[in-house]
T-cell receptor
Framework: NAGVTQTPKFQVLKTGQSMTLQCAQD?????MYWYRQDPGMGLRLIYY???????DKGEVPNGYNVSRLNKREFSLRLESAAPSQTSVYFC?????????????FGQGTRLTVV | AQSVTQPDIHITVSEGASLELRCNYS??????LFWYVQSPGQGLQLLLK??????LVQGIKGFEAEFKRSQSSFNLRKPSVHWSDAAEYFC??????????FGKGTKLSVKP
């Protein structure tokens, strides 16, 4: 059971470079989410996709874009990376965002911007 | 606004001692509540969840949590802590968009 798979696991970028974080789930879930985790801040929502074809901003969307490529995949793009985007990024999915369902998380991507 | 507060940033307990991690939430409707654990460098593992029904919920690894609506609390407990329980613990409530709203976490250290 793969669950939620994120790639890459680690990445170092230079300021101004771009990259895309990939996330795929094999549970036929409708809703997918991107969070960032910073020390002492818990996890904060960047963007989410309630269903295929829709995306919405979360709490901290600035500097990011997302694409819900299909029902399985939800990517996060940094167009011009900044040191403030150094963080651990987690992707999650749920069967349906409005029901009493639990979220399943990927193993995270540790990103460092120098 | 929906929010979760974990008042304790860091707790140290002796191995074999009991543990209680505090969590308070702010949410207008019936909350869906979760506790996750994260070991260093790892992802999040679900310990337990509360959706409805019995207010005392059992989870994995011997953890339990009690939902108290009158106190807006969902505290996590374990009768006897093991050294392997050392990790960071996150309480979360499900938001109106299906996302999780997390507390800032409580780091647990275990003394031998």
């Amino acid at each position: 059971n793969a669950g939620v798979t994120q790639t890459p696991k680690f990445q170092v970028l230079k300021t101004g470079q771009s990259m895309t974080l990939q996330c795929a789930q094999d549970m036929n879930h409708n809703s997918m989410y991107w969070y960032r985790q910073d020390p002492g801040m818990g996890l904060r929502l960047i963007y989410y996709s309630a269903s295929e074809g829709t995306t919405d901003k979360g709490e901290v969307p600035n500097g990011y874009n997302v694409s819900r490529l299909n029902k399985r995949e939800f990517s996060l793009r940094l167009e011009s990376a900044a040191p403030s985007q150094t963080s651990v990024y987690f992707c999650a999915s749920t069967r349906s965002g409005t029901q009493n369902t639990e979220a399943f998380f990927g193993q995270g991507t540790r990103l460092t911007v120098v | 606004a929906q929010s979760v507060t974990q008042p304790d940033i860091h707790i140290t307990v002796s191995e074999g001692a009991s543990l209680e991690l505090r969590c308070n939430y702010s949410y207008g409707a019936t909350p869906y509540l979760f506790w996750y654990v994260q070991s260093p460098g790892q992802g999040l593992q679900l310990l337990l969840k509360y959706f409805s029904g019995d207010t005392l919920v059992q989870g994995i690894k011997g953890f339990e949590a009690e939902f108290k609506r009158s106190q807006s609390s969902f505290n996590l407990r374990k009768p006897s802590v093991h050294w392997s329980d050392a990790a960071e613990y996150f309480c979360a409530v499900k938001g109106s968009q299906g996302n999780l709203i997390f507390g800032k976490g409580t780091k647990l250290s275990v003394k031998p």
